[in-house]
């Protein structure tokens, strides 16, 4: 989508105070915990840029709220498996061995869209240290909810989605569907259905060194989650509002994880 697309779709210019109007009207509000998972192109224009969105967003939680968003990198996944860049054979090697270490300081976002992107750059906000499911955090509760997080099984129980859930934090769909609400991965760790694991490894900086680290994994898949978000809806229900231009949908963390872990036992 151009500028002029996004110019298109609003009546007028997306603001700091407008998303906070709109964010307060859906619900949120000082001191809550909560999960974020945002499209900077269903807001409409935005005056001028993810920086708006991450200040309103802040505004709304205040400091005495938690702010979090994953920042995956991607590239620090097997580059075997890779499809978007499909690499060649005889590459792989060589991006295994000559990639630089994750650092959670400076390693950028890989797919996860321009505010994730700007909100890990914010001043006061700590990222994790799992060089591939990585998230950051800001306010009351992030130092807490980024800290220790497992290089094994990295959306598992040792993950901030897990620290999130023991804080009964909210997720927010800013313009996003359920396939990017990774809360519902925390949710295939704990059902019970047939399961696939895999062994990787990435590189890390340990003692200012560059180290690999092996770790294994659950085979994760977003497959069901669409289905299994409208039969969310359906039973539990969420809150729907417009935030700028976007549909969004707000929901207890908790409450879709524990649904979602029932739904892959009858599903999966």
């Known amino acids: 989508m151009t500028e002029a697309d996004a110019i298109e779709r609003v009546d007028e210019p997306v603001t700091v105070s407008s998303l906070v109007s709109d964010l307060r009207e859906l619900g949120i509000g000082a001191g809550d915990t909560l999960l974020v998972h945002a499209s900077m192109s269903s807001l409409g224009w935005?005056?001028?840029?993810?920086t708006a969105v991450v200040d309103a967003l802040q505004t709304v939680l205040t400091e005495d709220?938690?702010?979090v968003m994953q920042t995956h990198s991607g590239q620090y996944s097997d580059p075997a498996v890779w499809e978007n860049p499909l690499v060649p054979d005889d590459w792989v090697q060589t991006v295994?061995?000559?990639?630089?270490?994750?650092?959670?300081?400076?390693?950028?976002?890989?797919?996860?869209?321009?505010?994730p992107e700007c909100f890990r750059n914010y001043p006061g906000v700590v990222r994790s240290d799992h060089p591939v499911y990585s998230a950051a955090a800001w306010g009351a509760e992030a130092e807490e909810i980024v800290a220790n997080h497992s290089i094994d099984h990295g959306l598992g129980e040792d993950s901030p989605l897990a620290r999130?859930?023991?804080?009964?934090?909210?997720?927010?769909?800013?313009?996003?569907?359920?396939?990017?609400n990774t809360s519902i991965h925390l949710a295939e760790y704990r059902a019970d259905f047939d399961k696939e694991y895999i062994t990787a490894s990435a590189?890390?900086?340990?003692?200012?060194?560059?180290?690999?680290?092996?770790?294994?994994?659950?085979?994760i898949s977003t497959d069901d989650f669409e289905e299994l978000g409208a039969d969310f809806e359906a039973e539990v229900g969420v809150t729907e509002?417009?935030?700028?231009?976007?549909?969004?949908?707000?929901?207890?963390q908790p409450e879709l994880v524990d649904f979602a872990v029932e739904w892959f036992g009858a599903n999966r």
């Open 65 to 67: 709220g938690t702010l």
């Open 96 to 115: 295994r061995d000559e990639r630089p270490p994750y650092r959670p300081e400076v390693t950028p976002t890989r797919g996860m869209g321009a505010i």
């Open 46 to 50: 935005v005056a001028v840029d993810p």
């Open 164 to 180: 999130a859930y023991d804080r009964d934090a909210d997720v927010l769909h800013l313009g996003t569907g359920y396939d990017t």
């Open 203 to 219: 590189p890390i900086l340990r003692d200012g060194e560059r180290v690999v680290v092996k770790y294994d994994d659950l085979e």
């Open 241 to 252: 509002g417009v935030v700028g231009a976007a549909t969004c949908k707000l929901m207890d």
